[in-house]
């Protein structure tokens, strides 16, 4: 087939012409304008590059152990891609008091960084700062382990000592009736304890192993009078007016004759049939009363008036005799 020379030509002119606009359009694609931000400063490059890795290598931006790059090193350029370069810092992971780990990180969050040093916070733990804290400079991150166990240990329960009041003892005596024993009791505990201390105590249950027994002891209340060789229990003293009374034909009102030892009383302050010992008189019994005889006040016997009449009116006391 016959093909004309300005055919031919115009073929190749179009063809020229296609090679040329797939030049200026990869030309226009490749070129890129970008913004690197690093060390503080913030510029923008026109370039060529395909990836930050080598944008980074074109402007020869070296990356440190733990410095931190977005978009990633592999992520293509665009035009109008923003590069953020941060930089690591030394943060030294102490464990349990010992340096576990140093690293350098561009992580900001206190758990981001363990998790950085291969260290999963739990429940178990006690960090230092808090998890959440955000740091940016070289610093120290502390982490504590926590054992957390049940303890038990047995306590003595100390045994009460009980007094009881004993009628047939005499006062300011004691005896003891039974002697105390401690009991023992068992106390288990939840403790958590970190780097050997015991941080926390919670007290789980308590149970008595071995009861406590009371000490008795009896202390005596009995008041004893010893007068004239004889010994006399009294369950208390009344001071009283004494006066003295003879015969007078009548028995008493209790209906015993009257003789030594004979006392009126008034039965509202002393009970007929009470026993008595009266100081200066001695010993009598409550058995007669008398229209004078009120409150504190006795009348004592005499065979004779004029015994009577020396006895005349004394204050006394009047102890009352079991």
């Known amino acids: 087939m016959f093909v004309s020379k300005e055919s031919a030509n115009f ?40 990836s930050v890795k080598e944008l980074l290598k074109q402007e020869g931006i070296t990356l440190n152990p733990g410095d931190r790059v977005s978009p990633g090193l592999d992520k293509p350029l665009k035009d109008g891609t923003k590069v953020v370069i941060t930089r690591g810092f030394k943060v030294d992971i102490i464990v349990d008091g010992k340096k576990f780990k140093t690293i350098k990180t561009a992580e900001t969050k206190v758990k981001d960084i363990l998790k950085n040093a291969g260290i999963e916070p739990g429940s178990d733990m006690i960090v230092k700062p808090k998890l959440n804290t955000l740091i940016d400079e070289e610093t120290n991150i502390y982490v504590t382990n926590v054992v ?34 401690k009991g023992v ?21 308590v149970k008595v192993l071995k009861q406590p027994v009371d000490k008795i002891i009896a202390v005596g209340t009995l008041n004893t009078l010893s007068r004239g060789g004889s010994t006399y229990r009294y369950s208390k003293v009344l001071n009283m007016v004494a006066t003295a009374y003879t015969h007078t034909g009548w028995n008493t009102a209790t209906g015993k ?33 008398g229209s004078s005889i009120k409150g504190g006040r006795i009348d004592v016997f005499f065979e004779s008036k004029d015994a009577a009449l020396r006895w005349g009116r004394k204050r006394v006391k009047v102890y009352i005799l079991e």
């Open 257 to 289: 004759r009257p003789r030594k030892g004979t006392v009126a009383v008034d039965p509202s302050v002393i009970p007929l049939g009470t026993r008595l010992y009266i100081e200066g008189y001695g010993y009598g019994i409550a058995q007669d009363v």
């Open 185 to 205: 009791k068992e106390l288990t505990y939840r403790i958590m304890v970190a780097n050997g201390k015991v941080i926390k105590r919670e007290l789980l249950k």
């Open 148 to 181: 957390t166990k049940k303890v038990a240990v047995k306590e003595t329960v100390p045994f009460k000592t009980i007094k009881k009041e004993d009628r047939l003892l005499r006062k300011g005596k004691t005896r003891v009736v039974r002697e105390g024993a």
């Open 11 to 50: 073929k190749l002119l179009v063809a020229a012409l296609l090679v040329f606009c797939f030049i200026v359009v990869g030309f226009t694609v490749a070129h890129k304008n970008v913004e690197i931000e690093y060390d503080g400063k913030r510029f923008e490059v026109s370039t060529f590059a395909g």
